[in-house]
């Protein structure tokens, strides 16, 4: 079992950053690949990032590549995005992920644990 609990969402500008946290509990989590998505009102959840279990391999939505940087500290048990050049487009409610195992997926499917989620809002 892993529990998550996202934090560090909120209001910000266009053009500025903002960096959401993921804290972990649970003894496998340094085993577990992590992700984060994301859903806007009356849209489907939709992959942002993802990191591998060990943080060596990452993946990134197209919407958002070369502006999200998806990191992990396992020691800590914590995910991070930093999210840097907002548009009003990212506004949504950010989710953390945990897969079943070492699979670095894209899809909601294969993430069998979910936070809460945290509102990020993005002004033009």
């Known amino acids: 079992q892993v529990q998550l609990v996202e934090s560090g969402g909120g209001l910000g500008q266009a053009g500025g950053s903002l960096r959401l946290s993921c804290a972990a509990s649970g003894r496998t989590f340094s085993r577990n690949a992590m992700g984060w998505f994301r859903q806007a009102p009356g849209k489907e959840r939709e992959f942002v990032a993802a990191?591998?279990?060990?943080?060596?391999?990452?993946y990134y939505s197209y919407s958002v590549k070369d502006r999200f940087t998806v990191s992990r500290d396992n020691a800590k048990n914590t995910v991070l995005l930093q999210m840097n050049s907002l548009e009003p487009d990212d506004t949504a409610v950010y989710y953390c992920?945990?897969?079943?195992?070492?699979?670095?997926?894209?899809?909601?499917?294969?993430?069998?644990?979910w936070g809460q989620g945290t509102q990020v809002t993005v002004s033009s």
């Open positions: 992920a945990a897969a079943v195992g070492i699979v670095v997926g894209r899809t909601t499917n294969e993430y069998a644990y």
């Open positions: 990191i591998s279990s060990s943080g060596d391999i990452t």
